[in-house]
């Protein structure tokens, strides 16, 4: 009687590790393919992040030359629709939507650099929308409205270190 008790108590505790090591392996499964999502998904983001600061940088210095009257208004726009049409590489959606569901911790760091953004912004439509009625403002502050674009590349790039971080830290 003894032996088919330690019969049954053994295949008892073979079962429970058995489903125990399962659940353990199960588990690390789970936590390799979130880690392998998150890296895709920042992967992503940084590389939209880059895109973004090259063709902001370059839209906004062509502007410059209408600033300085090296081209017209209408070629500046005929570049822009040529080069920047439809076939840019990045989606402010899709960057706000990353941010917002995988990495809010980075929403701070987005913040600033929707702010630097809306500055120059506000510099640019003025100029935009003068030029559109024809009487294009060209003692604007070119050096302001240069550095304001510098700082919104800047703060790319802190949001771009702060990405690095989170890569190299993912577990």
């Known amino acids: 009687m003894e032996k088919y008790l330690l019969l049954i108590l053994g295949a008892i505790i073979g079962?429970?590790?058995?489903?125990?090591?399962?659940?353990?392996?199960?588990?690390?499964?789970?936590?390799?393919?979130e880690?392998?999502?998150k890296r895709i998904k920042i992967e992503e983001l940084y590389l939209l992040l880059a895109?973004?600061?090259k063709v902001l940088f370059l839209q906004k210095q062509h502007l410059v030359y209408v600033m300085r009257k090296e081209?017209?208004?209408?070629?500046?726009?005929?570049?822009?629709?040529?080069?920047?049409?439809?076939?840019?590489?990045?989606?402010?959606?899709?960057?706000?939507?990353?941010?917002?569901?995988?990495?809010?911790?980075l929403l701070p760091f987005y913040n600033k650099v929707l702010e630097k953004r809306d500055l120059v912004n506000k510099i640019q439509f003025k100029f935009e929308n003068d030029c559109i009625k024809g009487t294009c403002d060209y003692k604007i502050n070119i050096k302001e409205y240069m550095d304001k674009t510098y700082t919104i590349v800047e703060e790319i790039n802190v949001l771009k270190n702060e990405i690095t971080n989170l890569m190299n830290n993912l577990k």
Not at 81 to 87: A, M, P, Y
Request: charge should be positive.
């Open 71 to 105: 081209i017209s208004y209408t070629e500046y726009q005929d570049y822009i629709i040529k080069n920047f049409g439809d076939n840019t590489k990045f989606d402010f959606k899709r960057i706000d939507m990353l941010i917002n569901i995988y990495f809010k911790n």
């Open 15 to 33: 079962f429970i590790a058995s489903i125990a090591k399962d659940y353990f392996v199960e588990k690390t499964k789970r936590k390799y393919k």
């Open 51 to 53: 895109e973004w600061s």
């Open 35 to 37: 880690i392998e999502l």
